[in-house]
T-cell receptor
Framework: GAVVSQHPSRVICKSGTSVKIECRSLDFQATTMFWYRQFPKQSLMLMATSNEGSKATYEQGVEKDKFLINHASLTLSTLTVTSAHPEDSSFYIC????????????FGPGTRLTVL | DAKTTQPNSMESNEEEPVHLPCNHSTISGTDYIHWYRQLPSQGPEYVIHGLTSNVNNRMASLAIAEDRKSSTLILHRATLRDAAVYYCILRSNAGNMLTFGGGTRLMVKP
């Protein structure tokens, strides 16, 4: 299947700093990418949908000014957690949908964010 | 998207078949049934999907009830590497994203 990568896989930062997470589709073009968050022992929760070249659509309760999403190319989307706080510590997972196969959605390996 | 109901957890013995059930009584005619699984500390992995007919691939089989109100993911011979959380998800034809429910945590005993 198609490959989605995320970088970094793990990040530890101090409270108040900003963290950028990259999501890349390696062997396909993705006009649509999704960002999920997962707390321990819980399911994935969709944060936002990002479309290449346009503004992201955020789910209810997700602050767009805190979680900045940029989908500047067909293979790259970034999520920036601004002014991170300990409650933002979570597992962040991106997903990309192949433009040619809309029924398939491929997930990245996730980024574990720990805010001290 | 319509809701799915799965058991919280199931246990299986290694090398035996596993049947993971999913109820989706409010499924609509255009909803596809998707199964993903998530191994610990990893992103979800696609397993299989179907619409009306049963489906087979190298990972699993998907049996869909005639009224489509339930489905069963079948792992023919469970291995220790199949221990994961299995998510049954409905996605409408016009839908854009996958919405995850609680899933079933499968434990495989040696």
């Amino acid at each position: 299947g198609a490959v989605v990568s995320q970088h970094p896989s793990r990040v530890i930062c101090k409270s108040g700093t900003s963290v950028k997470i990259e999501c890349r589709s390696l062997d396909f073009q993705a006009t649509t990418m999704f960002w999920y968050r997962q707390f321990p022992k819980q399911s994935l929760m969709l944060m936002a949908t990002s479309n290449e070249g346009s503004k992201a659509t955020y789910e209810q309760g997700v602050e767009k000014d805190k979680f900045l999403i940029n989908h500047a190319s067909l293979t790259l989307s970034t999520l920036t957690v601004t002014s991170a706080h300990p409650e933002d510590s979570s597992f962040y997972i991106c997903s990309a949908r192949d433009s040619r196969a809309i029924n398939e959605q491929f997930f990245g390996p996730g980024t574990r964010l720990t805010v001290l | 998207d319509a809701k799915t109901t799965q058991p919280n957890s199931m246990e299986s013995n290694e090398e035996e078949p596993v049947h993971l059930p999913c109820n989706h009584s409010t499924i609509s005619g255009t909803d596809y049934i998707h199964w993903y699984r998530q191994l610990p500390s990893q992103g979800p992995e696609y397993v299989i999907h179907g619409l009306t007919s049963n489906v087979n691939n190298r990972m699993a089989s998907l049996a869909i009830a005639e009224d489509r109100k339930s489905s069963t993911l079948i792992l023919h011979r469970a291995t220790l590497r199949d221990a994961a959380v299995y998510y049954c998800i409905l996605r409408s034809n016009a839908g854009n994203m996958l919405t995850f429910g609680g899933g079933t945590r499968l434990m495989v005993k040696p």
